[in-house]
């Protein structure tokens, strides 16, 4: 059972900055790529960012430059650095894990709200 482990999210201001994290509790060699996705009420999941297992990145335009997706092998977890935050950003995020040959898996989600 394949259990992805988020933290990070909360209330922040316009302008300022958060980092998600996600440990997943597989191997290093099971993961294909981790990503970033985000979703608000009444509209689909969307991609944020993801990265390969070979360190490609790919990033949902409206965030790049604001945004960084990376990852610590030793500790199975990906991490999304958001700066500047604005109250567009407002979702709850999801942290996806997609495994060799087993599909992928979702983390139940963590609010990121963006108010003053």
């Known amino acids: 059972q394949v259990q992805l482990v988020e933290s990070g999210g909360g209330l922040v201001q316009p302008g300022g900055s958060l980092r998600l994290s996600c440990a997943a509790s597989?191997?290093?060699?099971?993961?294909?790529?981790m990503g970033w996705y985000r979703q608000v009420p009444g509209k689909e999941r969307e991609l944020v960012a993801s990265?390969?297992?070979?360190?490609?990145?790919v990033y949902a335009d409206s965030e790049k430059g604001r945004f960084t997706i990376f990852r610590d092998h030793t500790k199975n977890t990906v991490y999304l650095q958001m700066n500047n935050l604005n109250p567009e950003d407002t979702a709850v995020y999801y942290c996806n894990v997609v495994l060799y040959g087993l599909g992928s898996r979702w983390g139940r989600g963590i609010q990121v709200t963006v108010s003053s």
């Open positions: 990265i390969s297992s070979g360190g490609s990145t």
């Open positions: 597989v191997s290093i060699s099971s993961i294909n790529a």
